[in-house]
């Protein structure tokens, strides 16, 4: 007689949990990201297509089986994927760029295992056919300079069609991906290659913008002058994140914490290689796993530095894992001009503390009013008797 009175309210237990789940697990990456919203540039005669819509994202460090818990993983990518694919819904990007560290446990990785890893990516991130999509090399994925070899670099570029130094044009914008571990400049075979690519890729630049009638440039496929965008794992060189803001920043105790060159950002004589050569409208890296916006100072031929700066942004982890406050940015950008949005992702513990004032909340509305009525009947039964 008791279990058939509350079956009803223990239906509707039950139905409260799953919408609870549901909320947590699905519906709060709606909410979320309904709050961000692509950037709009400035109306410009002379700007006659339309903004090209790129999302940025760094360090998903999907986990492996030497270092990640099993549940820590599911978790993980699970919040990852979800993210990703409410973005893809709602943004719908033309681009996608990863900078870097897809995986945690890459440069490790035996061949089988590291093919086991890219299907899991392309599962996680899967995108439609009109999207495009680069990825740039990290530490993680093919180790540091010092670890790095041949097949580590080869297997991940035949994996993701990349290289070491890789330019991508698209809709007039010139995009410039760069494989940080080959700019040690130590003079390895590797780190020549990518400075004499980056040479290369100057002098298109150089030929684009002008002036017409060089001997040099005759030979040179000739294409529209945009300033580039460069796409890196390691940030450019900064002392360390002091003057770095945002919930997706480092803490205040790591904040203070002195970079290392070639370990935790590019060396200073990389940096101006970059800079003087490519004349970068902007730098998008990751590596530190938190939000920083640099301005860099641009040096001319004879190294004084100029009235010119450089806008960087380093972006916080894709994953929990790595940041309390993940994010990715969005990003308009014409030939002319650019604008970024960083969108911030739901926060581990708001979703920790849902379920734990719902649990309590629902128990207390189940068990309350079940424990007054079972008091009720024992004593009945005790009058009776």
Known sequence: MFTRQWLPRLMLFFGLCLTVLFYCEYLIYYVVLLQCRWPMLDKSSSET??????????????????TGHWFDKLRREWQMYRTFQTAMTLFKPEMVFFLGDLFDEGQWAENTEFKQYVNRFHELFYHPKDTVVYAAM???????????????????????ETSSVRMVRQNDNIFILINSMALEGDGCDLCKQAENEIQNI??????AKG??????????EKMPYTQPIILQHFPLYR????????????SE??????????WDCLSKNSTHLLLNSLSPRLVLSGHSHNFCEVRHPVHNVHKA???????????????????KNPSFVLGAISNGDFKLNKCLMPRELTVIWTYIISAVTLLLWLFYP????????????????
């Open 138 to 160: 990290g530490n993680h994925d093919v180790g540091f300079h010092h670890l790095m070899d041949e097949y580590q670099l080869n297997r991940f570029k035949d994996h993701f």
């Open 239 to 250: 002392k360390n994140d002091k003057n770095c803001t945002g919930p997706d920043s480092a």
């Open 305 to 323: 530095v100029t009235d010119t700066q450089t806008l960087e942004w380093t972006l916080a982890s894709f994953s929990w894992r790595n940041n």
């Open 202 to 207: 100057a002098k298109l630049l150089k030929c």
């Open 253 to 262: 105790e790591v904040k203070s914490v002195t970079f290392q060159p070639r």
């Open 211 to 220: 002036p017409k009638g060089r001997k040099i440039c005759d030979q040179i």
């Open 49 to 66: 297509t339309q903004p090209l819509r790129v999302i940025f994202l760094a360090d998903p460090h999907l986990l492996g089986h030497r």
């Open 370 to 385: 079940m424990s007054k009525a079972f008091t009720r009947w024992r004593r009945k039964g005790v009058k009776d008797s």
